[in-house]
């Protein structure tokens, strides 16, 4: 048993966790890179979207019913068209261009966090067309490489919701979007019992990380939490776009 491998699963399962059970899944685009630093990102999607199923259940469970019906109705149909894009599109993208690819999303997600740091940013919801593309973007590069949160988050942080009814809103659309990578995954050979199985080990991990996000979105402030994911996540996609980089051009 490679016990590296098994503590990277590990870990990204429990970021994963903490991210969805308590801020909206910002940081389940970590899951990805990590576990892609011991094999191919092909590989490490297909052994997160069996946990991030059952994490789904586990989030919805814990904002049942505080989510935004009116934002559900406008996202997930746009986020479905999206994966239907990435279906068809999967076998034209290397796992060397899919590392760059969410290694870029890393880093230009935390760059613009840091950004609107230092200017104040509006709080103007999308105009309905943009809003749709970010949307549908956001289930392009879910089912890609299950980092849909950053493009979704465009759209939902715009909305102005609740910070409850912003994280449940958020847990009901990629519950949606994961259920539905279910099919495609499936017929594309992703879905093998061997990574299933390994997936399913992780559940205990996913119903702690849950539990730890749920707690600390109540009672923890956010802050430094997030200054210490951010600087994690900018490390890990730096690091992916330079091997995907480096493999690419020395072909």
């Not at 199923?53 to 479905?80: G, Y």
């Not at 990380?209 to 923890?220: D, F, I, P, S, T």
Request: hydrophobic share 50%; with cysteine.
């Amino acid at each position: 048993m490679d016990w590296i491998f098994i503590s990277l699963i590990a870990l990204a399962v429990f970021i994963t966790g903490i991210s969805k059970g308590g801020f909206s899944g910002a940081f389940g685009i970590l899951a990805v890179p990590i576990i892609s630093l011991h094999t191919s990102p092909v590989v490490a999607t297909a052994i997160m979207l069996p946990i991030l199923c059952i994490m789904d259940i586990f989030t919805v469970q814990k904002f049942w019913k505080k989510w935004s019906t009116e934002h559900l109705r406008r996202c997930i149909p746009a986020a479905l068209a999206g994966i239907i894009i990435g279906g068809l599109t999967a076998s034209w993208i290397s796992a060397d261009w899919i590392k760059v690819l969410v290694g870029l999303i890393a880093i230009g997600f935390t760059i613009n966090t840091w950004s609107k740091s230092f200017k104040k940013s509006s709080n103007k919801p999308l105009p309905y067309l943009v809003g749709k593309l970010w949307c549908t973007l956001g289930g392009f590069t879910s089912f890609i490489a299950h980092a849909g949160g950053p493009p979704m988050n465009v759209y939902l942080l715009r909305c102005n919701l609740e910070k409850t009814q912003y994280v449940a809103t958020s847990a009901v659309i990629f519950s949606a979007i994961n259920y539905a990578k279910i099919i495609p995954y499936g017929l594309l050979g992703q879905l093998k019992v061997s990574n299933i199985l390994l997936s399913l080990c992780f559940i205990p991990v996913a119903y702690l990380g849950v539990q730890m996000g749920a707690w600390l979105h109540y009672r923890l402030p956010s802050e430094q939490f997030f200054k210490f994911m951010y600087i994690f996540l900018f490390i890990t996609g730096t690091k992916l776009v330079w091997d995907g980089v480096s493999t690419i051009l020395g072909q």
